[in-house]
């Protein structure tokens, strides 16, 4: 059961377990400029969760909206439509972390 690397976006190192059936847990570091997000509001299936490293960012969960700053995190049903956006002057940068069944 070695551990391999696994290239992931934000992250330096990121070490896998070649024994799981693909990536159960994904995780990525993303970062968006002042006044916009990293893509469209979207679903997928999962547990998904933001947890905010820097910055300020809206999270809309379908007509649902929260606002989440540095040290402040969310889990949700990725199912339902959402989105993640920077309306503040500064950047904001967040990890994002998504579960998914090895059974699908």
């Known amino acids: ?17 070649t024994s ?7 995780i990525h570091i993303s970062e968006v400029e002042a006044k916009s997000r990293s893509h469209a509001p979207h679903q997928h299936e999962g547990i ?3 947890y905010m490293l ?27 439509m959402h989105g993640l956006r920077n309306e503040t002057d500064q950047p904001m940068r967040y990890m994002v972390i998504i579960y ?4 699908t």
């Open 1 to 17: 059961m070695p551990l391999v690397e696994h290239q992931v976006k934000g992250i330096n190192n990121h070490l896998l377990d």
């Open 20 to 26: 799981l059936q693909g990536e159960p847990l994904h």
């Open 48 to 50: 998904e969760a933001f």
């Open 100 to 103: 998914r069944d090895q059974e």
């Open 54 to 80: 820097e910055g300020e960012g809206t999270l809309q969960i379908e007509d649902e909206i929260y606002t989440l700053k540095a040290n402040e995190s969310a889990v949700f049903d990725p199912r339902k």
